[in-house]
Nanobody, 115 residues
Framework: QVQLVESGGGLVQAGGSLSLSCAAS????????MGWYRQAPGKQRELVAA???????TYADFVKGRFTVSRDNAKNTVLLQMNSLKTEDTGVYYC?????????WGQGTQVTVSS
């Protein structure tokens, strides 16, 4: 069974930075694609960034140049460094583990960016 636990959310002013962390249990982490998604009130959940097992990264256009995703397979963790935050980055951020046909989700962590 895989469990994902996010941490690091909070309140920050526009232009500031936050770092999110996701700790995963289970033995499949190093083989999995890890992703960060977010969901704003009244909107659908959307992909923010993802990193493959060999650390190839992909980003949504709206975070390119501002966010950085990374992983540590030895520690079963994935990080999302968020810089130059905007008010529109506000939402609940979810960690996702994708392996074959399986998807696992964390409980989410709130990120609020104030103007």
């Amino acid at each position: 069974q895989v469990q994902l636990v996010e941490s690091g959310g909070g309140l920050v002013q526009a232009g500031g930075s936050l770092s999110l962390s996701c700790a995963a249990s289970g033995s499949i982490f190093s083989f999995s694609i890890m992703g960060w998604y977010r969901q704003a009130p009244g909107k659908q959940r959307e992909l923010v960034a993802a990193v493959t097992s060999n650390s190839i990264t992909t980003y949504a256009d709206f975070v390119k140049g501002r966010f950085t995703v990374s992983r540590d397979n030895a520690k079963n963790t994935v990080l999302l460094q968020m810089n130059s935050l905007k008010t529109e980055d506000t939402g609940v951020y979810y960690c996702n583990l994708h392996w074959g046909p399986r998807n696992y989700w964390g409980q989410g962590t709130q990120v609020t960016v104030s103007s």
